[in-house]
C-alpha cells in the first residue's frame, strides 16, 4: 500500500520507530555513517559471531585440540546447522544439511536427481540464471548424456514435458529480483514427471520459504547471503525426506558414508541426509554460520517479508517521485509477489553512477551491462535507509559526478 505522495523523511522515521524488527540491527556490527544495501551479495556481520570464533580458536582448537569434534559438538555441525536453516526455508530438520558451496551442492543434486530419472535426457534451466547454474547444469549435462536446454523464465511452464528429468531454477533471480511460483512450477513439473532443484540463494533468509508445503525435490543456497554466515560461509543442501534413500550423489567422500569411522575399503552411503555430505566440514565457517543463524532465533518470517515487501516498495515509490527524469528505469517487478527482496534499476551509465553512490556511503552493487542493484536485508535495514540511498542516488544523478574518471575507471569485482 503506498504512503501517500510526496514522502519525506519524517515518514520513514516513524516506520523505524514502529518496526518490530528495529532492534535486531544494533546486534550487527556495520560501518557508522554507511548504508549497506548490498546483502544479497555478502550479509552484515552479527557483532556476536567474532567473540564465538576467538572461542572456537583459543579454546576448542588451541585446548582442546582434536578432543573437539567430540567435546566441542564439532562433528554434528553439518546437521545441527542445517536443522537451523530448515526452519526457514520450510523442511523438517532431517532433510537439510551444511555442506560445500551452492556450486558443489547443485552438482550434487543435479547429477542425483538424473541418476532417478532413467529414460529421461533432458535438463531444463532458465536463460539469465545465475552463470554457476548454468555452468554447473552444463557440466552435468555432459557427464551424464543429457541435454541442457535453457529458455526464457516465461516459457518454463510450456517448455516442461515428459522428456524433462530436472528442472533446474533459482527461486529469486540474482539480477532482476524477480521471483518465481514455488508452489505452482513444482506442481506442474511432477504432473509431466519432472523432479524440480531450486536455489534458494536469493530467497533464503530473506522471505518465509516452504519447501515441504511445495513438495519440493531439492534445493540447495547459500550461507553467506540473508544468513549472514560470512565470506565464503559453507552451503546448504535440502533433499525431500521421501527421495533420501534413492538418491546417489556423485562425490562419495568418505562423510556421507554409512560409518565413516569404520575406515572400510567400499564404500556404503549413509542412510540419512548425511549422504550428501562428501569430505571434512570446514568448521570455522560452519560455526560461524551456526553463530549467525542465531539473529533468526524468535523472527516470524512473515513479518520478516512484510518488512521487505515495505522496504522494496518504498523504495520504488521513492525512486518513481524523485527519479522522473534521470535516465533510470525499473527493472524488477512492480508487484511485490514477483519480488524477492532486492529492486534493480537500469542506467546507461550504471557503473560509475554505482561507484559514486558507493562513494557517498551507500553500498549497492553493479550487474553488467546495465544494472543497479539494491539488497534489502529486513534484519538490518532501516526505513530511513531507504530515504537516504534514493537521496544519494538522485544526487550523484542530477550533479553528474559519476561522469569522472575516479569512478569510469575504478576497479570492482564484486
Ligand atoms: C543464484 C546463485 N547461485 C549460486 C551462487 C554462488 O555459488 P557459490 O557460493 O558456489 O559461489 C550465487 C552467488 O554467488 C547465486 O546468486
Ligand atoms: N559469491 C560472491 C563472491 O565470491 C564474490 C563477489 C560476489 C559474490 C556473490 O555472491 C555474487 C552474488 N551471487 C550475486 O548475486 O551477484
Redesign the pocket.
Same mark, same amino acid.
Given at each position: 500500500m503506498p504512503l501517500s505522495a510526496p514522502l519525506t523523511r519524517e515518514h520513514f522515521e516513524r516506520l523505524d520507530r514502529d518496526d518490530p524488527l528495529g532492534a535486531s540491527r544494533a546486534r550487527f556490527d556495520l560501518p557508522t555513517g554507511e548504508i549497506y544495501l548490498d546483502g544479497n551479495s555478502l550479509g552484515a556481520m552479527p557483532a556476536h559471531v567474532p567473540a564465538r570464533i576467538e572461542h572456537v580458536l583459543k579454546q576448542e582448537w588451541a585446548q582442546g585440540l582434536i578432543r573437539s569434534w567430540n567435546d566441542a559438538d564439532w562433528y554434528p555441525a553439518p546437521q545441527r546447522t542445517g536443522g537451523k536453516i530448515a526452519r526457514l526455508i520450510g523442511a523438517q530438520a532431517n532433510e537439510v544439511i551444511v555442506a560445500d558451496? +551452492?556450486?558443489?551442492n547443485l552438482f550434487k543434486v543435479l547429477v542425483a536427481a538424473t541418476r532417478m530419472q532413467p529414460g529421461r535426457k533432458v535438463i531444463l534451466g532458465e536463460r539469465g540464471n545465475?552463470p554457476?547454474?548454468v555452468y554447473v547444469a552444463s557440466g552435468v549435462a555432459e557427464l551424464t548424456g543429457c541435454e541442457l536446454r535453457c529458455v526464457e523464465p516465461d516459457e518454463v511452464l510450456a517448455a516442461l514435458n515428459d522428456e524433462v528429468a530436472i528442472l533446474s531454477l +533459482?527461486h529469486v533471480n540474482?539480477k532482476s529480483g524477480r521471483r518465481y511460483d514455488m508452489a505452482a512450477i513444482t506442481a506442474r513439473a511432477h504432473e509431466v514427471g519432472a523432479l524440480v532443484v531450486w536455489?534458494l540463494?536469493?530467497s533464503a533468509g530473506a522471505m518465509p520459504i516452504d519447501l515441504n508445503g511445495a513438495q519440493a525435490d531439492f534445493a540447495v543456497g547459500?550461507g553467506y547471503k540473508y544468513l549472514n554466515g560470512g565470506p565464503g560461509a559453507p552451503?546448504f543442501v535440502y533433499v525431500a525426506e521421501r527421495h533420501i534413500p534413492h538418491v546417489r550423489q556423485p562425490l562419495t567422500g568418505w562423510h556421507g558414508h554409512a560409518r565413516p569411522f569404520d575406515f572400510t575399503h567400499d564404500y556404503e552411503a549413509h542412510p540419512t541426509i548425511d549422504r550428501l555430505l562428501v569430505g571434512t566440514a570446514p568448521q570455522l565457517g560452519i560455526l560461524a554460520l551456526e553463530a549467525a543463524l542465531e539473529m533468526f532465533d524468535g523472527v516470524d518470517m512473515q513479518v520478516l517479508r512484510n518488512k521487505s515487501v515495505a522496504l522494496c516498495d518504498l523504495f520504488i515509490q521513492l525512486c518513481d517521485e524523485q527519479l522522473a527524469g534521470l535516465g533510470v528505469e525499473l527493472r524488477s517487478p512492480r508487484d511485490a509477489a514477483q519480488r524477492g527482496s532486492q529492486v534493480s534499476l537500469a542506467h546507461a551509465n550504471a557503473y560509475p553512477v554505482m561507484q559514486a553512490v558507493i562513494a557517498r556511503g551507500v553500498i549497492g552493487d553493479f550487474r553488467a551491462p546495465d544494472i543497479l542493484r539494491f539488497g534489502f536485508a529486513p534484519l538490518y535495514n532501516s526505513y530511513v535507509n531507504i530515504w537516504d540511498s534514493v537521496q544519494a542516488l538522485r544526487e550523484v544523478l542530477e550533479s553528474g559526478e559519476w561522469d569522472s574518471p575516479e569512478f569510469i575507471a575504478r576497479k570492482s569485482v564484486t
Open positions: 558451496s +551452492t556450486s558443489i545465475f554457476t547454474d +533459482t540474482y536455489d540463494c536469493h547459500c552451503a
